[in-house]
Each structure stands twice: as structure tokens, then as C-alpha cells.
């Protein structure tokens, strides 16, 4: 079972979902955001991949203001890769 047709069964029921993104790096971290997002996740997810993770592989990192995390906007899942990763890998 896929994971959205998971989360609409348990909707189906009435059921909550919980989730985390901790150490989500970029781009699962904007998978996750889109899914939450999707689902109306009821309680708050915990997503403090920021403070682990040094710098952005992204082209625009994702938005984080305070304890909210913004779901990319854009085709796909909002976000680009840069092409150069010089800097963040230590």
C-alpha cells in the first residue's frame, strides 16, 4: 500500500496521522511538506532538519519562518537542485 492511499484510508476513518521530518534533508524535506500539506495534517510535524543540516542543496531553500516550514510552490515539488555543490560538503 503506497503511502497516499494509506493516508486516505485512514482519513476514510476518521483517523489522525503523525509525522516527522527530523533530519530531512532538502529535497525529501519537500516531498514531505507537499504530503503533509495534502493530508491537512492535523498536529504539528516535527521538522528540525535546519539545525542539523549544514547550508542548502536547493537553487531557493525552503522557506522556514519561526516553527513553520512553507510548502514549495512551483511544478514537481517546487524546488531545483543547484548545480554546484562546493561548500557543503565539509
Excluded at 542548502?56 to 519561526?66: D, F, T
Aim: aromatic share 6%.
Amino acid at each position: 500500500m503506497g503511502t497516499e492511499r494509506a493516508l486516505a484510508d485512514l482519513e476514510l476513518r476518521s483517523l489522525l496521522f503523525y509525522a516527522s521530518g527530523l533530519t530531512d534533508p532538502d529535497i525529501s524535506l519537500a516531498a514531505s511538506l507537499h504530503l503533509f500539506a495534502a493530508f491537512d495534517l492535523p498536529v504539528p510535524a516535527a521538522l528540525n532538519a535546519a539545525q542539523f543540516l549544514n547550508g542548502s542543496i536547493l537553487e531557493v531553500p525552503i522557506q522556514i519562518e519561526g516553527d513553520q516550514a512553507h510548502v514549495p510552490m512551483g511544478s514537481g515539488l517546487g524546488v531545483e537542485a543547484r548545480s554546484d555543490f562546493s561548500g557543503l560538503v565539509k
